[in-house]
Nanobody
């Protein structure tokens, strides 16, 4: 069983930065972590992922060069640093744990105004 709690969302202006956090609880943190996002009326899309223990990352083309995923295994926490935010980044951001059947957090809202 894994529980994920996201935080760090908010309302920012275009060009600003935000850092999202995803705190995981459970017996182990030895699994890949990912971030996804869902804009109103759209499907949930992949944003970024990081393997265990953190040597490999993947990004959606739309965020490459602007977003950075990382993890602190001592704190059982994954992060998503988002720079140069654009209005099209507005969405609810979800953390995912690639463990067992997969686990999701409750989501955190990111709104970028133009």
């Amino acid at each position: 069983q894994v529980q994920l709690v996201e935080s760090g969302g908010g309302l920012v202006q275009a060009g600003d930065s935000l850092r999202l956090s995803c705190a995981a609880s459970g017996r182990t943190f030895r699994y890949s972590m990912g971030w996804f996002r869902q804009a109103p009326g759209k499907e949930r899309d992949f944003v970024a992922s990081i393997n265990w223990p953190g040597g490999a990352t993947n990004y959606a083309d739309s965020v490459k060069g602007r977003f950075t995923i990382s993890r602190d295994n001592a704190k059982n926490t994954a992060y998503l640093q988002m720079n140069s935010l654009k209005p099209e980044d507005t969405a609810v951001y979800y953390c995912n744990a690639a463990y067992g059947a997969g686990y999701w957090g409750q989501g955190t809202q990111v709104t970028v105004s133009s």
